[in-house]
Every structure is written in structure tokens, then in C-alpha cells.
């Protein structure tokens, strides 16, 4: 078990994504044939539970692209089953308190760590992967290379975001700009001054304590600024939108074409 999206960062290599919401397994094929590091599988706002999740997470693996898997909600089903079908990282939305942080860790991470339960599932490849013969390297390798993202993306997440970041089990933070713009009272005001600083100020918290930072954008130039700016992951968009934006520039080559 390898875990190339926190390779790439401890090589100083960032990472572009995007969330799958389409649906299919060629779907998430094409993320990663067209280049893609890893793919979020979105079952918080996607029509996704774990046994679709399951599919898009093994057609991603066939290309080379990581597959993580976005929550549905802060509880032990929603986490243990993403991980327990092969989800290489789990991020979780609506994050409000410490103490909730060190519950998602209790439920992501095995022994010492945490207290997720243990069977043979595919993500060992149901116990017979070589990492999965002894017990100890299994629950080491596993606590290492699937990782534990809480999202920020609420007033109180970051208020205790640095408390959060530097919690042990915590692989690193999602920043989700939309609604944390809006928990800020700046409604998709993305160049608000205090939604930048508080962006920063995640970053920095990331940083200080070594934790894989990441964060949504919606356009090439936002993610340049974000990689530029030190971030380890930007996820670009959605699937959905890369192909409406595919569809669109073709049908408008063609009627431009057309007039000429």
C-alpha cells in the first residue's frame, strides 16, 4: 500500500484533482487518462454510497490516479466503509470542534492511533496483501498511507484550526472556500480580504505542523494562485463541469466556424 499523493508532497510535488460526481467507472477513468493525481468521489453532495464508491475508487486505481472519497457525514459507517473498500483518503465536511476531530480519528485510524475495527476487507486485498500478514504492519501501514482529512469550512473549524491541524491522526486539512465564505458572512466573495486571510491562516497551520494542505478552486487561475502559494493539492473543479465546458467550447468552434 502506497499512498502517491503523500509521496508527491514529501517530494515537494503538488497534486491536481477534481470531484468525480458523474457517476461510472469510465467516468473516472478519464480523470486519471487525462492527467489527473487523484479523484474525490463525493458521496456528501454525489449520488454515491460506498458500493458505488467501490467502483470509482477501482477504475481510478487502474490509471494511476489516487482515490479519495469525500464523506457523507461525521459518523463511524460513513468513514469506516470508504476506508474498508479501498478509499486512499477520507475527507470529511462540516468539521465544528476538536473534539469531533479526535472522534473521525478513532474511527480512520487502527491501534495506537485510533479504534477502527479491523476485518479483511478490500482494502487489504481481505488480509492477504504482503503489509496485512503481521497485525502491527498492517495497522502501521494503513495509519500511514490512507489518510484522515477534516474539511474547513465552518467559523468554528477555523477558530481552532491550528488545535485541529495538530492533532495526531490528522494527515491534513481541506480547505473548502465556498462555505467557508459563507460561514464568514461573504457569500462566494472569493477575494474578500478576510476569507484570504483565513485561508492563509490554514496554510500556516498546515505547515507548522507538517500536514498535507489542500483546498478547492474553480478556475486555472485561482489553482496556479494556490499552488504558487504553497498548497499540496488543489482539487479543480468537477467532473461534471469539465465536461459541460468541453461540450460548450465544441459547440461554439463549430457555430463560429460556421459564420465565418
Same mark, same amino acid.
Given at each position: /500500500?502506497?499512498?502517491?499523493? @503523500?509521496? @508527491?508532497?514529501?517530494?515537494? @510535488?503538488?497534486?491536481?484533482?477534481?470531484?468525480?460526481?458523474?457517476?461510472?467507472? /469510465?467516468?473516472?477513468?478519464? *480523470?486519471?487518462?487525462?492527467?489527473? $493525481?487523484?479523484? +474525490?468521489? $463525493?458521496?456528501?453532495?454525489?449520488?454515491?454510497?460506498?458500493? &458505488?464508491?467501490?467502483?470509482?475508487?477501482?477504475?481510478?486505481?487502474? @490509471?494511476?490516479? !489516487?482515490?479519495?472519497?469525500? !464523506?457523507?457525514?461525521?459518523?463511524?459507517?460513513?468513514?469506516?466503509?470508504?476506508?474498508?473498500?479501498?478509499? /486512499?483518503?477520507?475527507?470529511?465536511?462540516?468539521?465544528? &470542534?476538536?473534539?469531533?476531530?479526535?472522534?473521525? *480519528?478513532?474511527?480512520?485510524?487502527?491501534?495506537?492511533?485510533?479504534?477502527?475495527?479491523?476485518?479483511?476487507?478490500?482494502?487489504?486485498? #481481505?488480509?492477504?496483501? $504482503?503489509?496485512? %500478514?503481521?497485525?502491527?504492519?498492517? #495497522?502501521?501501514?494503513?495509519?500511514?498511507?490512507?489518510?484522515? +482529512?477534516?474539511?474547513?469550512?465552518?467559523? =468554528? !473549524?477555523?477558530?481552532?484550526? =491550528? =488545535?485541529?491541524?495538530?492533532?495526531?491522526? *490528522?494527515?491534513?486539512?481541506?480547505?473548502?472556500?465556498?462555505?467557508?465564505?459563507?460561514?464568514?458572512?461573504?457569500? !462566494?466573495?472569493?477575494? $474578500?480580504?478576510?476569507?484570504?486571510?483565513?485561508?492563509?491562516?490554514?496554510?500556516?497551520?498546515?505547515?507548522? %505542523?507538517?500536514?498535507?494542505? /489542500?483546498?478547492?478552486?474553480?478556475?486555472?487561475?485561482?489553482?496556479?494562485?494556490?499552488?504558487?502559494?504553497?498548497?499540496?493539492?488543489?482539487?479543480?473543479?468537477?467532473?461534471?463541469?469539465?465536461? +459541460? %465546458?468541453?461540450?460548450?467550447?465544441? *459547440?461554439?468552434?463549430?457555430?463560429?466556424?460556421?459564420?465565418?
Amino acid at each position: /500500500m502506497k499512498n502517491l499523493i @503523500r509521496q @508527491r508532497a514529501g517530494e515537494g @510535488r503538488p497534486s491536481l484533482g477534481t470531484f468525480y460526481e458523474m457517476g461510472g467507472t /469510465m467516468a473516472a477513468e478519464c *480523470v486519471g487518462i487525462g492527467g489527473m $493525481d487523484f479523484l +474525490i468521489v $463525493d458521496t456528501e453532495h454525489g449520488p454515491f454510497e460506498a458500493e &458505488t464508491a467501490l467502483l470509482a475508487i477501482l477504475a481510478a486505481e487502474r @490509471r494511476g490516479c !489516487a482515490p479519495f472519497v469525500r !464523506a457523507r457525514d461525521l459518523s463511524r459507517p460513513a468513514i469506516l466503509k470508504l476506508l474498508d473498500v479501498g478509499a /486512499m483518503g477520507v475527507i470529511v465536511p462540516d468539521v465544528r &470542534t476538536v473534539e469531533e476531530v479526535k472522534k473521525l *480519528v478513532e474511527y480512520a485510524k487502527y491501534y495506537p492511533l485510533g479504534r477502527r475495527g479491523y476485518a479483511p476487507t478490500l482494502s487489504s486485498a #481481505f488480509g492477504c496483501a $504482503d503489509y496485512a %500478514q503481521n497485525v502491527d504492519q498492517l #495497522f502501521s501501514t494503513s495509519n500511514r498511507e490512507t489518510l484522515l +482529512i477534516p474539511q474547513c469550512e465552518t467559523k =468554528e !473549524a477555523l477558530e481552532h484550526i =491550528e =488545535e485541529i491541524a495538530a492533532i495526531e491522526g *490528522v494527515d491534513g486539512i481541506f480547505v473548502g472556500p465556498y462555505d467557508l465564505s459563507v460561514a464568514l458572512g461573504k457569500p !462566494a466573495q472569493l477575494e $474578500d480580504p478576510e476569507l484570504l486571510a483565513a485561508i492563509d491562516r490554514v496554510l500556516a497551520a498546515c505547515k507548522a %505542523q507538517g500536514k498535507l494542505s /489542500m483546498i478547492f478552486s474553480n478556475a486555472p487561475e485561482a489553482t496556479v494562485r494556490f499552488l504558487k502559494q504553497g498548497f499540496d493539492c488543489v482539487a479543480c473543479g468537477m467532473d461534471t463541469l469539465f465536461l +459541460i %465546458q468541453a461540450v460548450r467550447s465544441y *459547440v461554439a468552434d463549430v457555430k463560429r466556424r460556421l459564420a465565418e
